[in-house]
């Protein structure tokens, strides 16, 4: 195996969420098989906070992790494992849903908020685990850099230094990526991961060919062993996000993902009766 080809480029569409957040749903329902095991990931990229103020209200969750990472920012939350604080810039919030969380998030006016909040489904076995909430400082996250990039380690490993988690039901490289004008950047990957890139800003090619992409658009990444990345002449940023599937059927409802329709139906039937918090 060589070089991951680029397998597709989608650039998602505006949704509103929460009470009325506009972000972009770069990755969704219709693209679950591709991405295993990562089911969504949204975009927010605004200067004007009323795209974002209202924020996400109270809201729960079954069956997956969240990742929610600020370039820049500053979102409040809280959860009902009695969590509160705030998501800065270069901060992230690991939050495993497992058997039930409540949780919200609130982002906080600013000149400008710049992040992606990604699902990351948890195996069958583990879709009931004891719920838990990982608080992720700008200054766990290691940087390496040289001439001509530099990369932050949110999850996993990156040139013999380890990001602050590293996925414990879904080993999961997470990466930020920065790469100068025309500089060429390339690492191994696990060749049976699946492997997305979600390009912030900037512009760059992927697969040692001279097509292009734009920014706020994800790439999907065909088998391979090595990813190569070629910035154009403005530099590339980008969200580097790896995992080996789960392979396993899904059953989707809003802020639960299970694996069956009598497991979904189960969770909004404890929701309705007030026994879907399991752990406090």
């Known amino acids: 195996m060589g070089a991951r080809s680029i397998d597709k480029i989608v650039g998602g569409a505006i949704q509103y969420d929460g009470a009325g957040v506009k972000l972009v749903r770069v990755i969704g329902h219709a693209d679950v098989e591709d991405f295993d ?60 849903a497992g058997s039930g969380i409540i949780h919200q998030e609130m982002p906080q006016a600013v000149d400008r908020i710049l992040g992606a909040q990604l699902w990351i489904n948890l195996p069958g076995k583990d879709k009931m685990t004891v719920p838990a909430y990982r608080d992720i400082t700008a200054d766990m996250v290691p940087v390496v850099s040289d001439d001509t990039s530099s990369v932050r380690i949110i999850s996993g490993r990156y040139r013999e230094k380890m990001g602050p988690v590293q996925g414990d039901y879904v080993k999961t490289l997470y990466l930020d990526v920065e790469l100068n004008g025309d500089a ?66 899904i059953a989707w409802g809003g802020p639960i993902v299970m694996n069956t329709r009598a497991e979904l139906r189960h969770a909004f039937k404890e929701l309705d009766e007030g026994t879907f918090i399991k752990h406090s």
């Not at 729960?60 to 800065?88: M, W």
């Not at 049976?192 to 001279?210: P, R």
Request: glycine content about 10%; charged content about 25%.
């Open 184 to 249: 060429e950047w390339q690492m191994k990957i696990d060749p049976e991961a699946t492997l997305f890139c979600y390009l912030v800003s900037g512009s760059g090619s992927f697969d040692e060919s001279d097509e292009v992409v734009p920014s706020h658009r994800a790439v999907l990444l065909r088998d391979g062993e090595r990813i190569v990345v070629k910035a154009a002449s403005e530099g590339v940023r980008f969200l580097l996000i790896s995992g080996r599937p789960l392979r396993e059927p």
């Open 37 to 96: 095991p990562f089911l969504m990931l949204d975009a927010f990229d605004s200067t004007d906070p009323k795209d974002y103020v209202k924020g996400f209200p109270w809201h729960p969750h079954r069956g997956i992790e969240t990742v929610t990472y600020l370039i820049h920012g500053d979102i409040e939350h809280g959860d009902s494992l009695g969590n509160s604080g705030s998501i800065l810039d270069g901060c992230c919030q690991w939050m495993t």
